[in-house]
DNA sequence: AGCACGCCGACT
DNA sequence: GTCGGCGTGCTC
């Protein structure tokens, strides 16, 4: 019997299965799915086995050294799924299994120097001998590479003194517990003991009152008995002692204490199509789109629920900033210990343990970010993506995947259906639904009473021209001095992804536009001059503005201890929080900076991008946008959509409960329809606009998009490798086909590469992932040489 | 990725 | 003549 199994070894020339035999002993054992350790060349390494068979081609095979899972830990789906992700995302197959698996499971290596059988330290060259005083085994990376030490070591290994030993270790190292449980009845237990064993009568009231048992040591401290005297009832026979795994979070077996709420029409309505395509077995994207307040997330609880009681499982991925106590608590309460939480905060070992328990079958429901989207479940009935339209579901490293269509193609193998919800879904989703390829279902009221918040559009541009140059508008300090003095608290928000440096006029508030591709140029300070990232055009840098000729044209961009110093020399008195990457880099740090807040620790809560998804506070009323554009004028042709997107979920922070809201977003360019409509709380509006441009400037949903990137650290060679590619893929591709470029990456250099970037726009192109692979062969030698990198992304997310 | 095999320059 | 540089190619 041989098992294929792809190495641990995440190269070009190693990226296909290598057959190894399998010790007869192990033939009932060994399944596809299962983790190997195989020897490859002088090394052992870890391997996934992914098929079994009974004979091979391969003539010379060597047998598997061990078995490193009892169960397979990836299903035939899931390796199925990976060699999909492999092909789609044109990365290796090995990486595409790592990508599915906890990391705890992969393996690290080591190789060691040991002293031979019967060989004492003594034996070796003097200069050897040092490292092996109190050890008989030394770490390669230990010895000190001198040419002196290194021929000493080349003699001891041909002298036969010492030997090279490769090892390979995982970090599954599982804790385990002393755990006792009650053998007999309580009277029973209680008949055979002396009249003055106090405490160990007490013991076994305790325990009897567990009917699962406790841990040793818990027992002994609550029955204020020692170590022997329990050891005593084991050996009676009264205990039953045995050694369990524990979790690392022990998590306790919390009840389900929240109960379905009653839902309005709207949402049984909703609620009621999904079920049933859980219930019918059909495998349903549903576009849920549901403005803020308008409770999806009790939709979701039902429809996981419907999903559970079928004796099936759910995937629940949230955004990972969004991935709360507070979100976290809402699952908990309902599902109680059916819920595991796979988070990027967690510890390797705590994100391995809840994994562990999706493996066995102890929970049913998995809410997490983006990788728990491979839950290891095998009977799915639903899966949930919430805030559909969030970019962090599309990975920036490799596998370069994007959650919605591993979830898509999931859920076609399940036979269950997809729930995408948003208030403000993608283009892409919408334009989907509109095709009917996704079923598009609606919540458009707010449940009880809560109204939409007043926004006010401040125009700083106005504010400029009445001689207030602080970054505050007067409508902005207006409302903010209101609503503390009310006694209420307020929500300052800073996009400070503005770091691209763009160029505005501070009189009417004109961007240089790249007069090819809608695109705002970046100010490029070694040429000095502005630059489109999308085809190339160059313009020098304007004197004046060229619309209204005002001299205060300027570069832009702020940061939120500037904001903080600025706003503390207007209102002296006031406290603030500010939050931020500098003030929540520690563990735990986010959570308490909000729990401070919602304790009103503070007046106002300044922050960036992470303020902005899914916080609550009782008492917030007002919130106020800093500079609403910085967003808008990134290079990325997503950059209207994504400014709508977040001033939309922005003002939905203020007033979600008794207290009206208020919101003043700041803004040079009030006219700029992303910001208006976010304004007006319309959707619909936006839509089409930003379809309409999407349409005239050929980008998704209309177009798909493909980027390659080449990279050389010198700059001609660069440019012509990437000339070279562009003309490739210009004979393959038909006419339909739009190529862009080659120009300068965004970023034009990193870690003294340079990088250059073409740009495929395409509707059916069936020869271009072959052409594509073709590009990757030719230039196979040269990348292993690391001479060059070819990075392709399909449907990259962001441009930068 | 590692490692072995293998073919050219400066040394005992 | 040999030691050792790292270019090339393989690992079931």
């Given at each position: 019997m041989f098992a294929s199994v792809v190495v641990d070894v995440p190269t070009q020339q190693t990226d296909r299965l290598y057959d190894y035999e399998v010790p007869e002993s192990w033939e009932a054992l060994v399944q596809p799915g299962m983790r190997v350790l195989v020897p490859f060349g002088p090394r052992k390494i870890q391997g996934m086995v992914l098929a079994i068979k009974a004979s091979t081609d391969v003539l010379k095979t060597k047998p598997l050294i061990a078995l490193l899972d009892l169960t397979p830990v990836l299903t035939e789906e899931l390796l199925a799924i990976g060699k999909w992700l492999s092909n789609e995302t044109m990365c290796f197959l090995i990486t595409a299994y790592q990508a599915m698996l906890p990391s705890a499971l992969k393996s690290t290596y080591s190789k060691k120097l040991v002293l031979a059988d019967g060989r004492l330290p003594s034996d070796l060259p003097e200069e050897l001998q040092v490292f092996y005083k109190n050890q008989?085994?030394?770490?390669?990376?230990?010895?000190?590479?001198?040419?002196?030490?290194?021929?000493?070591?080349?003699?001891?290994?041909?002298?036969?003194?010492?030997?090279?030993?490769?090892?390979?270790?995982?970090?599954?190292?599982?804790?385990?517990?002393?755990?006792?449980?009650?053998?007999?009845?309580?009277?029973?237990?209680?008949?055979?003991?002396?009249?003055?064993?106090?405490?160990?009568?007490?013991?076994?009231?305790?325990?009897?009152?567990?009917?699962?048992?406790?841990?040793?040591?818990?027992?002994?401290?609550?029955?204020?008995?020692?170590?022997?005297?329990?050891?005593?009832?084991?050996?009676?026979?009264?205990?039953?002692?045995?050694?369990?795994?524990?979790?690392?979070?022990?998590?306790?077996?919390?009840?389900?204490?929240?109960?379905?709420?009653?839902?309005?029409?709207?949402?049984?309505?909703?609620?009621?199509?999904?079920?049933?395509?859980?219930?019918?077995?059909?495998?349903?994207?549903?576009?849920?789109?549901?403005?803020?307040?308008?409770?999806?997330?009790?939709?979701?609880?039902?429809?996981?629920?419907?999903?559970?009681?079928?004796?099936?499982?759910?995937?629940?991925?949230?955004?990972?900033?969004?991935?709360?106590?507070?979100?976290?608590?809402?699952?908990?309460?309902?599902?109680?210990?059916?819920?595991?939480?796979?988070?990027?905060?967690?510890?390797?070992?705590?994100?391995?343990?809840?994994?562990?328990?999706?493996?066995?079958?102890?929970?049913?429901?998995?809410?997490?970010?983006?990788?728990?989207?491979?839950?290891?479940?095998?009977?799915?009935g639903i899966v949930i993506i919430d805030e559909e339209h969030e970019t962090s579901y599309k990975q920036e490293e490799h596998p370069r995947y994007h959650a919605r269509d591993v979830a898509i193609k999931r859920a076609a193998f399940h036979k269950c259906p997809v729930v995408l919800g948003s208030a403000t879904p993608s283009l892409e989703s919408r334009a989907r639904a509109q095709k009917k390829r996704y079923h598009y279902v609606q919540l458009e009221k707010r449940i009880g009473k809560q109204s939409y918040p007043e926004v006010t559009i401040a125009d700083m541009r106005d504010e400029l021209k009445a001689g207030n140059r602080s970054m505050f508008s007067r409508q902005l300090m207006d409302a903010l001095t209101e609503t503390i003095s009310r006694g209420e608290q307020a929500v300052l928000f800073l996009n400070r992804r503005g770091f691209s440096t763009f160029v505005m006029c501070r009189d009417c508030g004109y961007v240089l536009q790249c007069p090819h591709c809608d695109i705002s140029l970046t100010y490029h300070k070694h040429h000095h001059a502005m630059k489109c990232h999308y085809c190339g055009h160059q313009e020098p840098l304007p004197r004046a503005c060229p619309k209204c000729e005002s001299e205060h044209i300027r570069f832009f961009g702020t940061g939120t201890q500037k904001v903080e110093e600025e706003l503390l020399k207007l209102l002296p008195d006031i406290r603030i929080l500010r939050m931020d990457v500098d003030t929540t880099k520690r563990k735990g740090s986010h959570a308490k900076l909000l729990d401070a807040f919602e304790a009103h620790e503070a007046d106002v809560l300044l922050g960036t991008q992470m303020i902005a998804k899914g916080l609550d506070f009782r008492k917030v009323t007002f919130v106020g946008v800093l500079a609403a554009e910085t967003m808008l004028h990134l290079p990325d042709f997503r950059a209207a959509e994504k400014t709508f997107q977040l001033l939309t979920q922005v003002s939905g922070r203020a007033g979600r409960h008794e207290l009206p809201g208020q919101v003043v977003i700041q803004t040079y360019t009030p006219e700029h329809y992303s910001i208006m409509l976010s304004a007006s709380h319309d959707y619909a509006g936006f839509y089409k606009q930003e379809m309409q441009f999407r349409k005239l400037s050929q980008y998704p949903p209309f177009y798909y998009l493909a980027l390659v990137t080449i990279t050389h650290e010198d700059l001609m060679e660069c440019a012509k490798e990437a000339e070279k590619i562009a003309r490739h893929l210009s004979q393959e591709l038909s006419d339909e086909a739009i190529l862009l470029g080659p120009v300068a990456s965004p970023i034009p250099k990193i870690k003294d590469r340079f990088r250059y970037q073409c740009m495929i726009k395409y509707k059916d192109e069936p020869k271009l992932q072959p052409a594509l692979k073709q590009i990757m062969a030719l230039y196979a030698e040269r990348i292993q040489k690391k001479e060059l990198q070819v990075l392709i992304d399909m449907q990259p997310y962001s441009m930068l």
């Amino acid at each position: 019997m041989f098992a294929s199994v792809v190495v641990d070894v995440p190269t070009q020339q190693t990226d296909r299965l290598y057959d190894y035999e399998v010790p007869e002993s192990w033939e009932a054992l060994v399944q596809p799915g299962m983790r190997v350790l195989v020897p490859f060349g002088p090394r052992k390494i870890q391997g996934m086995v992914l098929a079994i068979k009974a004979s091979t081609d391969v003539l010379k095979t060597k047998p598997l050294i061990a078995l490193l899972d009892l169960t397979p830990v990836l299903t035939e789906e899931l390796l199925a799924i990976g060699k999909w992700l492999s092909n789609e995302t044109m990365c290796f197959l090995i990486t595409a299994y790592q990508a599915m698996l906890p990391s705890a499971l992969k393996s690290t290596y080591s190789k060691k120097l040991v002293l031979a059988d019967g060989r004492l330290p003594s034996d070796l060259p003097e200069e050897l001998q040092v490292f092996y005083k109190n050890q008989r085994a030394v770490l390669w990376d230990d010895v000190e590479s001198n040419l002196q030490t290194m021929k000493s070591v080349k003699l001891a290994l041909e002298e036969g003194w010492i030997d090279v030993l490769y090892e390979a270790k995982d970090q599954t190292s599982i804790k385990h517990v002393k755990w006792v449980t009650l053998k007999q009845s309580l009277t029973e237990a209680l008949a055979s003991l002396a009249a003055n064993a106090v405490r160990q009568r007490e013991a076994i009231q305790l325990l009897a009152s567990h009917k699962d048992g406790l841990a040793l040591s818990v027992l002994s401290q609550r029955s204020n008995a020692g170590y022997s005297s329990l050891n005593k009832l084991v050996e009676k026979g009264i205990f039953h002692l045995e050694e369990r795994e524990l979790y690392r979070e022990p998590y306790e077996l919390m009840e389900s204490t929240s109960t379905p709420l009653d839902l309005t029409e709207e949402q049984a309505a909703v609620l009621e199509s999904i079920v049933s395509a859980t219930d019918q077995s059909s495998a349903t994207t549903f576009l849920l789109h549901g403005i803020t307040g308008s409770g999806k997330t009790e939709v979701y609880l039902q429809a996981i629920d419907n999903a559970l009681k079928q004796d099936k499982q759910a995937i629940v991925l949230v955004p990972e900033i969004s991935l709360t106590p507070m979100m976290v608590d809402r699952f908990k309460k309902r599902f109680g210990s059916k819920v595991a939480v796979l988070h990027s905060a967690l510890s390797k070992g705590e994100r391995y343990d809840e994994w562990r328990k999706i493996h066995r079958k102890e929970v049913t429901v998995a809410v997490g970010a983006r990788s728990a989207i491979f839950a290891p479940f095998d009977r799915l009935g639903i899966v949930i993506i919430d805030e559909e339209h969030e970019t962090s579901y599309k990975q920036e490293e490799h596998p370069r995947y994007h959650a919605r269509d591993v979830a898509i193609k999931r859920a076609a193998f399940h036979k269950c259906p997809v729930v995408l919800g948003s208030a403000t879904p993608s283009l892409e989703s919408r334009a989907r639904a509109q095709k009917k390829r996704y079923h598009y279902v609606q919540l458009e009221k707010r449940i009880g009473k809560q109204s939409y918040p007043e926004v006010t559009i401040a125009d700083m541009r106005d504010e400029l021209k009445a001689g207030n140059r602080s970054m505050f508008s007067r409508q902005l300090m207006d409302a903010l001095t209101e609503t503390i003095s009310r006694g209420e608290q307020a929500v300052l928000f800073l996009n400070r992804r503005g770091f691209s440096t763009f160029v505005m006029c501070r009189d009417c508030g004109y961007v240089l536009q790249c007069p090819h591709c809608d695109i705002s140029l970046t100010y490029h300070k070694h040429h000095h001059a502005m630059k489109c990232h999308y085809c190339g055009h160059q313009e020098p840098l304007p004197r004046a503005c060229p619309k209204c000729e005002s001299e205060h044209i300027r570069f832009f961009g702020t940061g939120t201890q500037k904001v903080e110093e600025e706003l503390l020399k207007l209102l002296p008195d006031i406290r603030i929080l500010r939050m931020d990457v500098d003030t929540t880099k520690r563990k735990g740090s986010h959570a308490k900076l909000l729990d401070a807040f919602e304790a009103h620790e503070a007046d106002v809560l300044l922050g960036t991008q992470m303020i902005a998804k899914g916080l609550d506070f009782r008492k917030v009323t007002f919130v106020g946008v800093l500079a609403a554009e910085t967003m808008l004028h990134l290079p990325d042709f997503r950059a209207a959509e994504k400014t709508f997107q977040l001033l939309t979920q922005v003002s939905g922070r203020a007033g979600r409960h008794e207290l009206p809201g208020q919101v003043v977003i700041q803004t040079y360019t009030p006219e700029h329809y992303s910001i208006m409509l976010s304004a007006s709380h319309d959707y619909a509006g936006f839509y089409k606009q930003e379809m309409q441009f999407r349409k005239l400037s050929q980008y998704p949903p209309f177009y798909y998009l493909a980027l390659v990137t080449i990279t050389h650290e010198d700059l001609m060679e660069c440019a012509k490798e990437a000339e070279k590619i562009a003309r490739h893929l210009s004979q393959e591709l038909s006419d339909e086909a739009i190529l862009l470029g080659p120009v300068a990456s965004p970023i034009p250099k990193i870690k003294d590469r340079f990088r250059y970037q073409c740009m495929i726009k395409y509707k059916d192109e069936p020869k271009l992932q072959p052409a594509l692979k073709q590009i990757m062969a030719l230039y196979a030698e040269r990348i292993q040489k690391k001479e060059l990198q070819v990075l392709i992304d399909m449907q990259p997310y962001s441009m930068l």
